[in-house]
């Protein structure tokens, strides 16, 4: 049994939270999560009590502190079912999939290769190859989506050619929530001799990851999105495209040794990517947001939210003021609009009634093309809400009008 009221006792943000005089109705999931007391207890305790820098100390607090830092590593590969060499500590996703796009996608591509991508991508996996485009002279094209915004497999191999070496695609999307065809594209893109960067933000918090069966060659991902604290991320890579990737910051820890003249010997992944004092608590605090999620189990977080996302739909539906994007998408995204009511009032009238939700592009401005609209609504649900909270949100987005959200600010 899935007890979320046990669940929600984890979590100090919904112990009697309010907003607006209401009590907190969270709907900013693929924004960012709260933490359950694990994750702050881990962070406030090296902070109180292991407060040292990690690989640098002779002594054993720092010892013991390493020791917890590299065992993440391990807890970190094991939830995505890598390897520990394979995982690279990084500021987020954004971070993550800069230094794909740098590191690799700069020294590698030539002019005439493409990058193949969608509109529905975030920036942080669009805007880098903007900028590798750029400077190398490649190409950026995008694989047509369907009139709803999903990528289907069907559009992927038409789009597909042998001078595409790079495809860039979130595994679900931060809008919709649709979830892409990683394992066949994955396949079908190596038959072309691509290597396929996946931004796994969205995925890796709610579904079971294995990167081994979708055999993709980077995954990025953030701890916020998970459970876990800010500023700290993941970069997956299959090692041998690890050690041919160039670091684009070097410092203390990154090399093996170097000399006057500038020759510098770097480590071997991952640690040639982590020069300087790294996030220490942040990477503590992601340890025990693995450990959460592994002890409630990656299934049944996705089949519940699954279960909360058609409740929520199969309500909404029957309200005629509203104008649903996605409601086919199995995730638990809801990107919607208010009939003649702008996406920035709408959310202002669900924020007076004690619900947070997010308004406006959400980071992917190129996705209006295809909505046809500039902004969106957009309601995001975890393992931690409740039906109660999604029937406070169906009420309250059913008292929408413009004369409601006018009449919040006279």
């Given at each position: 049994?899935?007890?979320?009221?046990?669940?929600?006792?984890?979590?100090?943000?919904?112990?009697?939270?309010?907003?607006?005089?209401?009590?907190?109705?969270?709907?900013?999931?693929?924004?960012?999560?709260?933490?359950?007391?694990?994750?702050?207890?881990?962070?406030?305790?090296?902070?109180?009590?292991?407060?040292?820098?990690?690989?640098?100390?002779?002594?054993?607090?720092?010892?013991?502190?390493?020791?917890?830092?590299?065992?993440?590593?391990?807890?970190?590969?094991?939830?995505?079912?890598?390897?520990?060499?394979?995982?690279?500590?990084?500021?987020?996703?954004?971070?993550?999939?800069?230094?794909?796009?740098?590191?690799?996608?700069?020294?590698?591509?030539?002019?005439?290769?493409?990058?193949?991508?969608?509109?529905?991508?975030?920036?942080?996996?669009?805007?880098?190859?903007?900028?590798?485009?750029?400077?190398?002279?490649?190409?950026?094209?995008?694989?047509?989506?369907?009139?709803?915004?999903?990528?289907?497999?069907?559009?992927?191999?038409?789009?597909?050619?042998?001078?595409?070496?790079?495809?860039a695609v979130a595994d679900i999307t931060?809008?919709?929530?649709?979830?892409?065809?990683?394992?066949?594209?994955?396949?079908?893109?190596?038959?072309?001799?691509?290597?396929?960067?996946?931004?796994?933000?969205?995925?890796?918090?709610?579904?079971?990851?294995?990167?081994?069966?979708?055999?993709?060659?980077?995954?990025?991902f953030s701890a916020h999105k998970m459970?876990?604290?800010?500023?700290?991320?993941?970069?997956?890579?299959?090692?041998?495209?690890?050690?041919?990737?160039?670091?684009?910051?070097?410092?203390?820890?990154?090399?093996?040794?170097?000399?006057?003249?500038?020759?510098?010997?770097?480590?071997?992944?991952?640690?040639?990517?982590?020069?300087?004092?790294?996030?220490?608590?942040?990477?503590?605090?992601?340890?025990?947001?693995?450990?959460?999620?592994?002890?409630?189990?990656?299934?049944?977080?996705?089949?519940?939210?699954?279960?909360?996302?058609?409740?929520?739909?199969?309500?909404?539906?029957?309200?005629?003021?509203?104008?649903?994007?996605?409601?086919?998408?199995?995730?638990?995204?809801?990107?919607?609009?208010?009939?003649?009511?702008?996406?920035?009032?709408?959310?202002?009238?669900?924020?007076?009634?004690?619900?947070?939700?997010?308004?406006?592009?959400?980071?992917?401005?190129?996705?209006?093309?295809?909505?046809?609209?500039?902004?969106?609504?957009?309601?995001?649900?975890?393992?931690?809400?409740?039906?109660?909270?999604?029937?406070?949100?169906?009420?309250?987005?059913?008292?929408?009008?413009?004369?409601?959200?006018?009449?919040?600010?006279?």
């Open positions: 049994m899935f007890d979320v009221l046990k669940i929600r006792q984890d979590f100090p943000m919904l112990h009697n939270r309010t907003m607006q005089s209401h009590p907190l109705v969270y709907l900013d999931n693929a924004a960012t999560t709260f933490k359950p007391q694990c994750v702050i207890d881990a962070v406030v305790r090296y902070y109180t009590e292991q407060t040292t820098n990690v690989h640098r100390g002779d002594y054993e607090i720092s010892y013991q502190v390493s020791e917890a830092y590299e065992k993440t590593r391990e807890d970190v590969a094991r939830f995505i079912h890598a390897e520990p060499k394979e995982i690279v500590f990084t500021a987020g996703a954004s971070a993550s999939l800069n230094l794909v796009a740098y590191g690799y996608g700069r020294k590698y591509l030539k002019p005439g290769d493409v990058i193949l991508s969608t509109e529905a991508e975030h920036a942080s996996n669009i805007l880098p190859w903007f900028k590798v485009v750029e400077e190398t002279g490649a190409k950026l094209e995008y694989i047509p989506l369907t009139e709803d915004g999903r990528l289907t497999l069907e559009n992927f191999r038409k789009a597909m050619h042998e001078q595409v070496k790079i495809v931060n809008v919709l929530g649709y979830v892409a065809p990683i394992e066949e594209m994955t396949r079908i893109a190596h038959e072309h001799g691509a290597i396929v960067v996946c931004d796994g933000a969205q995925s890796v918090p709610h579904t079971p990851t294995d990167v081994k069966a979708l055999d993709v060659d980077f995954l990025a459970c876990g604290p800010t500023g700290i991320g993941v970069l997956y890579g299959k090692f041998e495209l690890l050690q041919k990737t160039d670091p684009f910051m070097l410092g203390g820890g990154s090399n093996a040794r170097f000399d006057m003249c500038g020759n510098i010997l770097l480590k071997d992944a991952p640690y040639k990517f982590e020069a300087g004092t790294p996030n220490i608590e942040g990477v503590l605090g992601l340890q025990q947001a693995v450990r959460y999620l592994e002890n409630i189990g990656m299934d049944r977080i996705e089949a519940y939210e699954h279960e909360l996302k058609a409740y929520a739909i199969e309500k909404l539906k029957k309200l005629d003021n509203l104008i649903l994007y996605n409601p086919t998408s199995p995730t638990g995204i809801i990107a919607f609009n208010v009939k003649n009511v702008f996406a920035q009032d709408a959310a202002g009238y669900l924020n007076s009634k004690g619900i947070a939700v997010r308004s406006g592009n959400h980071c992917a401005k190129i996705l209006l093309n295809v909505l046809k609209t500039s902004e969106t609504i957009r309601a995001s649900l975890y393992f931690y809400n409740t039906k109660e909270d999604v029937d406070r949100f169906v009420q309250a987005c059913s008292e929408i009008t413009l004369e409601n959200c006018v009449g919040l600010f006279f």
